[in-house]
């Protein structure tokens, strides 16, 4: 009986193949030739299978991964995108800005003043002592090829330059929106720094501005140590870190306390936070307070339908976004205060030009080195409110006894958190001094006790600015592409009246940035934001806009000081109230 073959398996190749590739050839031997080759071959074969069979393995979860990772990242993506509809824009939106028309605005159009036509529109706008007029173009529009530089000032109707020098700015600033100049003619900028996302990180920079007839140095010189800031502070991350958006900001007239509103658009938490100069510090206070939050809202804007996308489920939600701060200052309270803050500048440029001055010295001159504007017996200490509100919120806030934010300091020894303690020509980070946490929680309880709503009802407002006496604000009114006074109680700075000022469609479209120059002239920006967060629903808006000198760009305008005053007398006067009409939910 013939004998069955051998079972051949992919291990007995492999061993016969090594056996076989081992093992010496005999020149004398060919009888296994043969079978040497077979064996060879087949080997070869089985590896060739195997391999394709690994590489056929190898692809195949490689293609299950990136399936996964791709799932993974559109899963992410629709996230990011669900969370800042959200957040950003907002679901089941309110209908804002239904103001009573029965009561004509107190000044006509033609009222407005056209200070500069720009090819961006402006976000906000400040006004030194002596008239020179500062701006940003409005971060919103950084991709339009006109953004060469954000902060720019004023040279003319159709001229303007960059301030700071464009170097520094494209070294230093990444998102400027709002800006001020305070009364010892310094000029602050707040950078939010792309919501903390951008550079070191949010920051605020001052820049002592220089009286032109004080000095005798030459034009080149002042403008170089004008471009040095006299302080350059990063908020820290617990401060303000990623997610915040530090929108508006006021300068008190101490001369050393900042408030910012931070909107924290991405994060969520909205709050108040409260820089001191003197020791280098900030506080974050009122953190995420619920009277901070804005509502999901849809309202008209010059023409356009903002908010109401997606069939009406979809609004824009703005937290907290303006900031004021009002005095009840006499004439003679105010000429005396002018007159200490002329001393002061005097003598702080008089120690910046000296020879040799270098940047550390100007900053502990001009922030520091008893720059206080204000002496601490004043009466305006004890008559200052802040006035603040979401711009889709519904009520009008305020914070009475600000004043309490010094006292605390002064009693804490703040002065001293950035002075090593037991070597006083070394500092420390101010944030990590042991009564730091400490001093935080007592203004923070003492802001808070002292929040009042001072209206259940207000205009959709992006701007606010205190007139001088301390007995009025004035509003920007989006929805109405107008300015509104609101008249506030002496006693409990409850608001008494709302006036419309100006209303103008063509000029004011989304009313932004204010500011009041020394001689009682109102300034104001129309950032447009209208074409960034709505639909158009009129197609002539733009084409007035144009013919107004608006079109692609903006214009800063100005209402001259006898218009103002003249207003805020009427108002107060007059104590009528416009009456907003309550939200709506949509589909209502």
Known sequence: MPASPPTVTVDSFRRNASTATSRKPNSGDNSDGGASAAILSGASAVKVKSRSLMFGAKAKALCSASVVYFMWVAGSAALLVAYLVATRMGVFPVTLGAISSSQAPLLSESTLETVVRLPIPPGNVAVSDKGRVFFTFHPEYHQDPAYSFNVGEVKGPASFAAFPPINF???NLKSVLSLRVDHLDRLWLLDFAWHGAAGR????LCFQLLDRGLASQSEAVLAEQEAMPALQFVFPPHVAGLGSFLNDFVVDRDGRTVYIADTSLLAQTPALIVFRSDCHCAFRVLHAHPQFFGQSAQFPAAGYAVG????????LKIHLDSIALTYSDSAAQLAALRKRAR????????????PRASSATAADTSLDGGSEALPP???SYSERRLVLGALTGTELLTVRDVNAVARLCRQSNASAFARHPQDATRSVDPHRHPLYAALQRQLDAALRQNLRRASATKPVTDGLTALSGGGAVVLTDVSQSALTVATLSADDGVVTGFVPLVRSPRLLQWPDGLSQAADGSLFVTASRLQRRFGRAVDASADDAAAGGGGGGGGAILRLAARHVVGAALGAAAGGARVAWAAPVAAGQ
């Open 377 to 379: 017996g004043h009466a």
């Open 169 to 171: 700015q494209r070294s």
């Open 308 to 315: 109401g996308f997606a069939g009406g489920l979809v609004g």
């Open 201 to 204: 990180g949010p920051q605020l």
């Open 343 to 354: 001393a002061l500048l005097h003598q702080t440029q008089t120690q910046l030009l000296r």
